[in-house]
């Protein structure tokens, strides 16, 4: 199922990408909130999660594309 897909994915992701990504999308913080949790700015945050959905995606396109 997709929902297993984009969980072994994301366990390939950095870090960074992988803790930036469950707290935006799993439990829904706002970038602020992102940004405290991970001691970094608030642009920062907005970053690491723009970088972890575009890797992921990439990741998850490449495993459905067809051989």
């Known amino acids: 199922p997709r929902r297993e897909l984009v969980e072994r994915q994301l366990r390939t992701l950095t870090p960074e990408h992988q803790t930036a990504l ?4 799993v439990q829904e913080l706002d970038y602020q909130d992102v940004a405290l949790r991970m001691k970094v ?3 920062a945050a907005r970053a690491r999660v ?3 959905l575009k890797a992921l995606a990439t990741r998850i396109s490449r495993l459905e594309r067809p051989t």
């Open 41 to 43: 700015t608030e642009q």
């Open 22 to 25: 469950e707290l935006r999308v």
């Open 50 to 52: 723009s970088r972890g």
